[in-house]
């Protein structure tokens, strides 16, 4: 197959190259999956919330749903995260606002990045955020504090869904890591 000691190196780094590829790029692939097909409860990102609110203003019922808020950190992140609010209850295809505090009670500054979910998991292709701090490092000085906003709405075609019809809640849930731990 190979017929000298260059080509065998050639194939051998361009495998190893073709992996750096893939390992660097799986995360922003993987994301970029989710948020087109919702999988796992991963919530859509809506650049044009206007159209779709406009699109079917006609179509929004009364239908209240609660939307609850989760926070969480993993083992090696020592942060403090929490809602500012446990939860709040918003009409199908009315905007919201809610904020998550973030706190470093450590005496270094400490890099983080958060990811979310969406329960119950078919929700999450109705969750629409329009402004999160989701796959954004967030770094924080010692004894540092801030407070960070998700602007989100559920879309009108939840309630198209009869999957969707005996939903009444949905809970919203981050969790924090350690960027220099992840690596």
Known sequence: MFKDKKSIGIAILSIVIGMAGLSYGSVPLYRLFCQVTGFGGTTQVSDSVSEVLTEHSNEIQNRLITVRFNADVSDSMPWKFYPMQQEIRVLVGETALAFYTAENPTDESIVGVSTYNVNPQQAGIYF???????????????????DMPVFFFIDPEFLEDPKMSEVDSITLSYTFFDVEKIS
């Not at 629409?128 to 801030?146: G, V």
């Open 128 to 146: 629409n955020k329009i402004q999160c701090f989701c796959f954004e490092e967030q770094r924080l000085k010692p004894h540092e504090s801030i």
